[in-house]
């Protein structure tokens, strides 16, 4: 599994890399959700299945949309995604689909992995969330809902 943690960590680095050059916000974009399906799968490659589907349900797919929905009525003109803008988003995502293959026909993660992982369930997630950790987590969500606002009201006309 080192094998696919590093491959992945390497994903994850080119791609976020790959953000900070482009010159459209929509393929940053593109290349910023690559990014975090990378993480996601450095994740699961150590072990943390439930912290990798929250990764991919709620980064890259809420967060992201959030994004691009702020982009696009922010600009002037609409965003131009031709074919080239597909062709380095694919190729990483294609690395990743590459890496998660290997991961799957080779087995189970590493007993070392097994032993120094300890496995935690949605239900001690949800019961840290609502206890100790209640008001970082009602802290959290007003920061997305005030993110949400100044979209809506930036977006605005």
Do not use: N
Request: charged share 10%.
């Amino acid at each position: 599994m080192e094998t696919v943690l590093a491959g992945a960590g390497a994903v994850a680095v080119a791609a976020t890399a790959l953000v900070f050059v482009q010159r459209e916000a929509v393929h940053a974009l593109l290349y910023l959700i690559v990014s975090l399906f990378a993480l996601a799968v450095s994740m699961l490659a150590l072990g943390a299945a439930f912290v990798a589907a929250l990764e991919v349900i709620v980064y890259a797919g809420a967060i992201m949309v959030l994004f691009v929905f702020v982009v696009m009525m922010i600009g002037s003109r609409g965003p131009k995604v031709g074919f080239k803008a597909w062709i380095g988003p694919a190729l990483l995502s294609c690395a990743l689909l590459g890496l998660l293959a290997y991961a799957a026909i080779r087995g189970s993660p590493d007993p070392y992995l097994k032993s120094a992982v300890a496995e935690i369930s949605p239900k001690a997630v949800g019961t840290a969330l609502l206890g100790p950790y209640g008001l970082a987590s009602e802290i959290a969500a007003f920061l997305l809902l005030s993110g949400l606002v100044s979209a809506y009201r930036i977006g605005h006309k």
